[in-house]
């Protein structure tokens, strides 16, 4: 079973990264916004080019996400990663 020391640790580290992705997210949304504006004032309005870094950078957040919410292994499935590499 883990020690006390050990779940202070990952909880600690947990926690960081859920505000270092907080972090993230808060830099997407207000640069998307800024670049939406600057399209509005600056466009005809033919190509919403902001659509751009838009997408490219909601991947990066999209997989950022993942490793900060993804569901961890459970026991049941190291064990048997475990098993197989024995």
Do not use: C
Not at 16 to 31: G, I
């Amino acid at each position: 079973m883990t020690d006390e020391g050990d779940l202070l640790e990952r909880a600690i580290a947990n926690l960081k990264k859920k505000r270092e992705f907080a972090a993230h997210l808060l830099a997407y949304v207000l640069v998307n916004v800024f670049l939406v504006a600057i399209w509005a004032v600056t466009s005809d309005g033919t190509l919403f080019w902001p659509i751009f870094p838009i997408l490219g950078w909601g991947i990066g957040l999209v997989f950022h996400a993942w490793d900060v919410y993804g569901r961890l292994p459970g026991e049941e499935q190291i064990h048997r990663e475990m098993e197989r590499l024995r």
